[in-house]
Nanobody, 119 residues
């Protein structure tokens, strides 16, 4: 059974940092783009960051320069390093893949991990 499992969310103060981890099966990760999405209360789910199999990356404008996505293909793991967190980053963060054309979400989602940034 294909699974994506996120971890690393929590409560942090403005300006703080967190690292999210997404672990999954090789059939999802191998040679595929993977992404992190987030959904805040009352808002649509949005792409935060994506990473290709060779390490190419894409970021939402709102997190550019503050967040870094990385991957360890040997461990079938994707990370999201979040720095200088702001209250607007509060959301449930989801790992997804393999991404479809145009960085659209793929078939597999993790269960989500809550990130709360206090002001």
């Amino acid at each position: 059974q294909v699974q994506l499992v996120e971890s690393g969310g929590g409560l942090v103060q403005t300006g703080g940092s967190l690292r999210l981890t997404c672990a999954g099966s090789g059939s999802i990760f191998n040679f595929n783009f993977m992404g992190w999405f987030r959904q805040a209360p009352g808002k649509q789910r949005e792409l935060v960051a994506a990473i290709g199999p060779g390490g190419s990356t894409k970021y939402a404008d709102s997190v550019q320069g503050r967040f870094t996505i990385s991957r360890d293909n040997a461990k079938n793991t994707v990370y999201l390093h979040m720095n200088t967190l702001e209250p607007e980053d509060t959301a449930v963060y989801y790992c997804n893949g393999p991404l479809k054309l145009g960085y659209q979400p793929g078939d597999y989602w993790g269960q989500g991990t809550q990130v709360t940034v206090s002001s």
